[in-house]
DNA sequence: TCCGCAATTAAGTATGACGATTTAATGTCC
DNA sequence: GGACATTAAATCGTCATACTTAATTGCGGA
């Protein structure tokens, strides 16, 4: 229902030939200042010029590149990359930089989940507050033994509700982003085998704060849910400075 | 320096076709499940479908529009739009649901300016610290008298530096996104002529905080600057329901 | 040395043709 | 008469090519 990481090759060349260029810049080959051009591309890519421009005119959206007469396709500094379009994000999740990433990504969680959680707890509907309830307790049934995968579905699940059910619509577009960092860090990551109780315990409590429109509440637990999601990123992979 | 609403026609010919159907669409002129057809937009417009065909991508990357084979060019639900994106933020706040727009936005900012300044209190450079207290020092001075034009270049400054301050690409990256809220405000809203005393002040006080590493209380008053900021935007367009 | 003009280069635009694909209409068989 | 297969039409997708525009380079003269 959500697409997601159905961001895959897609139909189309110009769509094939995007799914190969972007994560080659975003993984750092052809880093800024890297000159390529139209003709070399086509050539290197064998599709035609028309493709090749099409693309171009993607990244060129995403300020990854910047197309200029005379001079060609120029890889942009990382300053300027909208690292907030989700086919960045997809690719840099996957690419070198991913440790980068995965931080600065929660932190945005730390942000913005809490603040999602108190609005949740005012404006939800009835049934979305049913479906924050079923999957609490989904989180809490696979949380033992090896169900490490339905876990990770219920909790995405949860998120994307709270994110919803806060009726803005910011919010609710980061939903993407949040099932990717839970994605990845269960798929990459060494995610604890046996999820921590004391999430699956806070997961339950939002859902009962948001159900009884407790929103200093919702947004306290949900502030101690993502922090520790933030400390457990410094657990696994420990970086020197990274916010 | 920093390309913001410099985002005008743009270069090219599918830049300022884009410029064109680009608000078109996000004003609400082909509401969702609109069909448009390459041949008609080319003739429309008066440029070639290689033209037509580029801009599309582009409009396509941002989930505003899917094309099909024999179907055409299909404006998307507003709920698949990516909001992030920088030009579709600036082609809404220029339209119709601006107010919508706004309220999300702010949200948005009461959401991540505090976490930023936080963590620019524990990162900030001395450099930045300067900034800081320079453009606050800046707002004083312009905050009595008819200079809501200055006021606002240090304003806008001023959250610029604090998100970029904090060391993490995605708040840094919301620069633009508070620049064109403040500017918005400014420009449209009728904003009060005589900029509050309070705000000024809390801008020094967070400065302060800031240079003195102070990263609970540099939260605390930023969460205080938004929330009003937020409670302004209620006051001037009261709106029924809009997180 | 500096200024300006011309040549060069690569992207930008336009056009025509063909292929691929999806939708719709048609027709056939049961 | 309805279900399914076949055919047809419409539109995007891709390609090749020719031409235009702009910017950089470099040459030559003042």
């Known amino acids: 229902m959500t ?15 995007l799914a190969r260029l972007g994560p ?9 200042g890297t ?38 396709v120029t890889v942009l500094p990382t300053e300027q990359w909208n690292v907030f379009d989700p086919q960045v994000i997809t690719w840099r999740l996957a690419g070198a930089d991913r440790p980068r990433q995965l931080r600065s990504l929660t932190r945005l969680r730390s942000a913005v ?3 999602a959680a108190r609005l949740a707890a005012e404006l939800a509907t009835p049934e979305e507050c049913a479906e924050l309830t079923e999957h609490a307790l989904g989180l809490v049934r696979t949380s033992r033994g090896e169900q490490l995968e339905n876990y990770l579905v219920h ?5 994307r509700v709270i994110l919803r059910a806060s009726r803005n619509e910011m ?3 980061l ?39 407790d929103g200093a509440g919702a947004e306290r637990i949900m502030r101690t ?16 400075t990274a916010p």
Chains 1, 2 share one sequence.
Do not use: C, K, N
């Open 175 to 213: 939903g993407d982003v949040v099932a990717a960092v839970l994605t990845g860090r269960t798929e990459h990551e060494v995610m604890f085998s046996d999820p921590r109780q004391e999430a699956v315990t806070m997961h339950v409590q939002v859902a009962e704060a948001v159900r009884e429109g």
């Open 3 to 17: 697409s997601q990481a159905a961001d895959g090759p897609g139909r189309g060349l110009h769509a094939r030939l």
């Open 113 to 115: 989940e809490p603040v």
């Open 171 to 173: 919010f609710a577009r």
């Open 155 to 159: 909790d995405v699940a949860f998120h």
């Open 24 to 32: 080659a810049i975003t993984a750092g080959d052809h880093p800024p």
């Open 225 to 240: 849910i993502t922090e520790d999601a933030l400390a457990e990123l410094d657990v696994l992979a420990p970086g020197p």
């Open 35 to 72: 000159v390529l051009l139209t003709d070399e591309l086509a050539e290197q890519y064998e599709v035609s010029r028309t493709v090749v421009r099409e693309a171009v005119r993607v990244l060129e959206s995403m300020h990854l590149v910047e197309s200029r007469r005379r001079v060609g």
